[in-house]
């Protein structure tokens, strides 16, 4: 048996795990950027929201005590319609 082709063969394993190594490398390289961008990105928001998030919680409330007046309102006016009908 000839040991030169199972070393060529070894050879050119490496070759490929070198190349598939230096794919995950790009890889990682490439993620990490995009998690760095991500992570700023959320930062920003957050903080932007840290600055407005009492006058959002405001406006929520407002707006489901006003939709829950409403549909009280309804209701009642509903319910006295059908008093008069009776």
Do not use: G
Not at 21 to 35: A, F, G, S, T
Not at 37 to 50: C, L, N, P
Request: net charge negative; hydrophobic share 40%.
């Amino acid at each position: 048996m000839n040991p030169l082709p199972i070393l060529l063969q070894h050879k050119i394993v490496v070759n490929n795990d070198n190349i598939c190594l230096e794919q995950v490398d790009q890889e990682y390289d490439r993620v990490n950027d995009l998690l760095e961008v991500t992570s700023a990105d959320f930062r920003a928001d957050f903080e932007r929201w840290q600055v407005t998030k009492q006058q959002d919680v405001k406006q929520l409330l407002t707006h489901m005590a006003v939709t829950n007046i409403s549909c009280l309102d309804d209701v009642i006016n509903y319910s006295s319609l059908s008093l008069v009908i009776c």
